[in-house]
C-alpha cells in the first residue's frame, strides 16, 4: 500500500477499501425513506473513507478497517442530517405507535397485532403498514435514544464515533438484558427479520425471498419490529409480559 517515495498510496486504498463503503451504504438503506438515493449515501461515504486514510497514521489492517467503519458511517450520517432524511411529524406518529404497542400489551399480556395496533391508532390496516413503510428512516434512531422526548436532531447529538457505540451505551445504562428479554418476544415474522437482517447480514430483498414475501412487506415488519423494541426498552421493563386479566385475554381471544 506505499508508493516508491515510501508514501501510503492513497489510490490502492481507495480501491481496496471502496466495497467497504458500498457495504455499509446499502445496508444503511434499508433503513432510510425511499427518497434517499444510495449514490448519494455512497458519494458521502467515499469522503469518509478519503478522511480515514488522511487521519491515519498506524499500520494498516484490520485496525484501520475499524477506524474506516466509523469514519465512513459517521460521513454517511452527516450528510443525511444534512438533508433533514425524516419529518419530524412522521417521528411523532412513531412514537405514537410505540404508545399503543405498549399500553395494548398492557391490556392483552402480549404483543398487539398489526390490525389491532391500527385500529387502536383509528386509521385502517393499509394506512397503518403504509406508515410503517414510509417510517424505515426512523431506525437510525438506535437504542440508546429510547425514551428521549427531546426535539433536536438525532444525529447531532449520537453521530457514530469510537466513545459512543450502540451496544456500550445500552450496556452502561442496565438495557442488555431488556433488549433481550425484548427480542425474544417478538412476533416469529418479525424475529426471523432482525435475525436475517442483522445476525445473517441479508439486505430487505434477499430477506423478502427467504420468506416469500415482497421487499416492501419485509420492510415493515423490519419498521414494527423497532417500534415495539423501543416500546419495551422505553418503558424499562425487565420482567416477563405483563399479564393481563382473565377477562381480557378471553375478549383477545375472542
Not at 508508493?3 to 434499508?30: C, E, F, S, W
Not at 460521513?75 to 419529518?87: I, Q, T
Not at 438495557?175 to 418479525?190: C, N
Request: hydrophobic share 40%; net charge negative; with cysteine.
Amino acid at each position: 500500500m506505499y508508493n516508491a517515495a515510501g508514501t501510503l498510496d492513497k489510490d490502492q486504498l481507495v480501491a481496496r477499501y471502496a466495497p467497504l463503503v458500498k457495504r455499509i451504504a446499502y445496508h444503511l438503506m434499508a433503513k432510510l425513506p425511499a427518497s434517499v438515493q444510495v449514490e448519494d449515501i455512497i458519494q458521502n461515504g467515499m469522503l469518509g473513507l478519503l478522511d480515514a486514510i488522511s487521519r491515519y497514521e498506524e499500520g494498516l489492517g484490520a485496525q484501520f478497517e475499524t477506524y474506516a467503519v466509523q469514519r465512513i458511517r459517521g460521513a454517511m450520517l452527516d450528510g443525511l442530517r444534512e438533508n433533514d432524511w425524516l419529518p419530524r411529524s412522521l417521528r411523532r406518529e412513531m412514537r405514537r405507535i410505540e404508545t399503543a404497542i405498549h399500553n395494548l400489551e398492557q391490556v392483552h399480556g402480549r404483543q398487539p397485532t398489526e390490525r389491532e395496533l391500527a385500529e387502536s391508532l383509528g386509521m385502517s390496516l393499509a394506512d397503518y403498514q403504509k406508515m410503517l413503510q414510509e417510517a424505515r428512516g426512523y431506525q437510525l434512531v438506535y437504542f440508546e435514544d429510547f425514551g428521549s422526548e427531546e426535539e433536536d436532531d438525532y444525529l447531532d447529538r449520537h453521530i457514530v464515533g469510537e466513545s459512543n457505540d450502540p451496544l456500550d451505551m445500552l450496556e452502561e445504562a442496565g438495557m442488555r438484558q431488556v433488549l433481550i428479554k425484548a427480542i425474544g418476544d417478538l412476533p416469529d415474522r418479525e424475529k426471523m427479520v432482525m435475525g436475517l437482517y442483522y445476525e445473517e447480514d441479508l439486505n430487505l430483498r434477499e430477506i423478502g425471498e427467504v420468506m416469500g414475501v415482497s421487499e416492501s412487506r419485509v420492510c415493515q415488519l423490519h419498521s414494527q419490529a423497532i417500534a415495539r423494541l423501543r416500546s419495551r426498552i422505553a418503558s424499562g421493563r425487565d420482567s416477563a409480559m405483563p399479564q393481563a386479566e382473565p377477562r381480557s385475554r378471553r375478549a383477545s381471544a375472542a
